[in-house]
């Protein structure tokens, strides 16, 4: 498989679940202009321009970030539980991240936004972290006692959240610091040049 992702784009959340799912696979860079880091045009293999995308080994172009850590986790049997309520928490928290907290972070990505627009995208992310704050429990990640796909999501989001000053609750900060020490993690920002 090949992964196709922008170094600390939500694409890293695939990139975190690949090395932990100890499938097969290699990372090809995107660049802001969309070229790959072996040459080609991203656009070429993604029409829809963003990324990731995951090409599989018969060709096939999985994209979606919430697509491509389903395909990993099932593939694997490793990053979401096979059933029971664990299962279903982790998709709904995913789900959540890639709607409500990746969608309002587009207005401070894009430098033609204006301040009353971002003002609001900040806030906006606020209080729908502090939503996902309350199902932190008293264990390491997000759902349960093992890394799942939505602690890959939510460290991105977290890692993003830093980099425009978003306020998160105290908890997030610790939580953070902590995946940045896990192997698949430290891994991943290793090998987008982040570390």
Same mark, same amino acid.
């Given at each position: 498989?090949?992964?196709?992702?922008?170094?600390?784009?939500?694409?890293?959340?695939?990139?975190?679940?690949?090395?932990?799912?100890?499938?097969?696979?290699?990372?090809?860079?995107? +660049?802001?202009?969309?070229?790959?880091?072996?040459?080609?045009?991203?656009?070429?293999?993604?029409?829809?321009?963003?990324?990731?995308?995951?090409?599989?080994?018969?060709?096939?172009?999985?994209?979606?970030?919430?697509?491509?850590?389903?395909?990993?986790?099932?593939?694997?049997?490793?990053?979401?539980?096979?059933?029971?309520?664990?299962?279903?928490?982790?998709?709904?928290?995913?789900?959540?991240?890639?709607?409500?907290?990746?969608?309002?972070?587009?207005?401070?990505?894009?430098?033609?936004?204006?301040?009353?627009?971002?003002?609001?995208?900040?806030?906006?992310? +606020?209080?729908?972290?502090?939503?996902?704050?309350?199902?932190?429990?008293?264990?390491?990640?997000?759902?349960?006692?093992?890394?799942?796909? +939505?602690?890959?999501?939510?460290?991105?989001?977290?890692?993003?959240?830093?980099?425009?000053?978003?306020?998160?609750?105290?908890?997030?900060?610790?939580?953070?610091?902590?995946?940045?020490?896990?192997?698949?993690?430290?891994?991943?920002?290793?090998?987008?040049?982040?570390?």
């Amino acid at each position: 498989m090949k992964l196709y992702g922008a170094n600390g784009g939500c694409s890293q959340a695939s990139h975190i679940a690949l090395i932990e799912s100890g499938l097969p696979y290699t990372f090809v860079s995107v +660049a802001r202009d969309k070229k790959t880091s072996d040459g080609r045009d991203f656009n070429s293999i993604n029409p829809k321009g963003y990324t990731p995308a995951l090409e599989l080994e018969d060709g096939t172009i999985l994209t979606e970030s919430l697509a491509i850590l389903m395909y990993i986790a099932e593939h694997s049997g490793k990053l979401l539980a096979k059933e029971g309520q664990a299962r279903w928490r982790t998709l709904e928290s995913t789900e959540f991240m890639t709607t409500e907290l990746h969608a309002n972070f587009r207005p401070l990505f894009f430098a033609d936004s204006g301040e009353d627009e971002r003002n609001k995208a900040k806030e906006m992310l +606020a209080r729908r972290f502090a939503t996902l704050e309350s199902q932190l429990g008293e264990n390491q990640y997000l759902i349960g006692k093992n890394l799942t796909i +939505a602690d890959a999501y939510l460290f991105v989001m977290l890692s993003w959240a830093r980099m425009m000053d978003i306020a998160v609750p105290q908890r997030f900060g610790t939580y953070a610091a902590n995946l940045r020490n896990v192997p698949s993690v430290a891994a991943a920002l290793s090998a987008e040049g982040l570390a």
